[in-house]
């Protein structure tokens, strides 16, 4: 079952506005990471945060953590019509070793 | 750098039939999972392999298996396929074992089977 519920579904905006996705879990995890999959691709790493971390952020992309709800968000600032794409969170715990779980996904829109 | 090549990019076979999806890693990343995509199910793990070793593996039936060669390249099998089998196999490399380093996804493996 996947461990991550992602929120909202679906997430349709303007070019410039900014786009917020958040990722629940249910257990204790050594790090969380957030990954986007462009249509019948791969999916490529955005940013990895660790447990005992708060905030993160690279480029345009900020990520927070917060253990004690059990939940991360990532924000998209300034977003592009290249932004459009599937956004996943994706926990590891101490014994899961590669075994990422995945949440369902937010499908983002990005509309020029 | 190159990155995680997945071969064939498509594949059509038929129920009853086996097949062989194969990854190259990144060149000095060790550890190779693999990864099942569907609308239904999501992404599910299959499987990991660190130097040759079947590290993790993920709760799919027998059918499924894998192996990691020398120069860390890994094959998956599936045998006996099924309608269900259908999905977007993504073969991920990092630079360390387990869950601390980023994973590289390939572009993936689409399997039809009918």
């Known amino acids: 079952s996947q461990q991550g519920e992602e929120d909202p579904q679906a997430l349709s905006i303007q070019e410039g506005e900014n786009a917020t996705m958040n990722c629940s879990y249910k257990t204790s995890i050594n790090n969380l990471q957030w990954y986007r999959q462009n249509s019948g691709r791969g999916l490529v790493h955005l940013i990895l945060i660790r447990s005992n971390e708060r905030e993160k952020h690279s480029g345009r992309l900020r990520v927070t953590l917060d253990t004690s709800k059990k939940s991360s968000s990532l924000l998209i600032t300034a977003s592009r019509a290249a932004d459009t794409a599937s956004y996943f969170c994706a926990t590891a715990t101490e014994t899961s070793g590669s075994r990422l779980t995945f949440g369902e996904g937010t499908q983002l829109t990005v509309n020029p | 750098k190159a990155g995680v090549t997945q071969t064939p990019r498509y594949l059509i076979k038929t129920r009853g039939q086996q097949v062989t999806l194969s990854c190259s890693p990144i060149s000095g990343h060790r550890s190779v999972s693999w990864y099942q995509q569907t609308p239904g199910q999501g992404l599910q793990f299959l499987f990991e392999y660190f130097s040759e070793t079947q590290r993790n593996k993920g709760n799919f039936p027998g059918r499924f298996s894998g192996r990691q060669f020398s120069n860390s390249r890994s094959e998956m099998n599936v045998s006996t396929l099924e309608l269900g089998d259908s999905a977007l196999y993504l073969c991920?490399?990092?630079?360390?074992?387990?869950?601390?380093?980023?994973?590289?996804f390939g572009n993936g493996t689409r399997l039809t089977v009918t």
């Open positions: 991920a490399s990092s630079l360390g074992q387990g869950g601390t380093s980023p994973l590289h």
